[in-house]
């Protein structure tokens, strides 16, 4: 069992100040390589004691164990970052790059045809990624195709009673926990078409949903100051609505 699926199993005895640090860790595994117990204490407005106490619930020393720990799963290490004088301009226009060359067109053009034939689209992200479920919905809606977003799970889960056949969820998620499984099953036995975009080609939710969009990450990579992958989520958008673009002309 990985640190991670650990976690995920951990969740329901977890209290609210460990549940933030799991939530967090779970949807941003790849911006540990940047923290600090202090850090990750600030970001989850917990106190470093708590954190502190959340790894060595998972077994580990302290913070720094258990950030290797995480990050040996992701092979994140020096071997796989660019050169220390790379840019952040050279980082992203290095995902284009990947974009361009690694996207599966078939599943970009399918995924194209079932938002032009859908009723109604609802996009969701969890905390940061909530922006680029946002971004999705203003692009469609400016295409004159009916869809809204949410960062809210309670929200999404009260859509499984109104969602159905025709109708579509978009999911942004970095990591794609297994977190989602139960309700994107809930949505599928509905008929709604379940997309999810992620930069986790191990993604835990592949056979719950339709299609999946995957993307680079540009946290993954050595920059003196960690990079929004949000961007690269705006990119794909992009690659999605040119592809509708073409199918509505």
Avoid at 227 to 244: G, K, P, T
Wanted: aromatic share 10%.
């Amino acid at each position: 069992m990985t640190v991670l699926e650990h976690i995920q199993e951990l969740l329901p005895d977890f209290s609210k100040n460990e549940r933030r640090l799991a939530d967090h860790i779970l949807q941003y595994p790849y911006d540990l390589q940047r923290y600090t117990s202090i850090n990750i204490a600030d970001i989850c407005n917990v106190s470093r004691s708590a954190v502190i106490r959340f790894c060595q619930k998972l077994g580990f020393t302290g913070f720094s164990d258990f950030q290797k720990a995480v990050l040996s799963e992701y092979e994140i290490t020096k071997s796989d970052h660019m050169s220390a004088d790379t840019t952040a301009l050279d980082v992203y226009q290095s995902c284009i790059t990947q974009l361009r060359e690694k996207t599966d067109m078939n599943e970009l053009s399918a995924i194209g045809d079932l938002v032009v034939h859908s009723r109604r689209i609802l996009c969701y992200g969890m905390d940061h990624s909530g922006y680029s479920a946002k971004q999705m919905a203003f692009r469609l809606s400016r295409n004159h195709i009916d869809a809204s977003y949410t960062n809210d799970s309670s929200i999404l889960s009260n859509y499984k009673n109104i969602l159905g056949s025709g109708d579509m969820l978009m999911v942004f998620s970095i990591s794609g926990q297994k977190s989602f499984t139960e309700i994107l099953d809930v949505f599928r036995s509905r008929r709604v078409s379940v997309i999810l975009f992620t930069m986790n080609v191990n993604t835990a939710l592949k056979n719950h949903v339709d299609h999946i969009f995957y993307l680079p990450s540009a946290a993954h990579s050595n920059s003196p100051y960690l990079l929004d992958d949000a961007i690269c989520f705006y990119l794909a958008i992009e690659m999605v609505i040119e592809n509708i673009q073409k199918k509505l002309k």
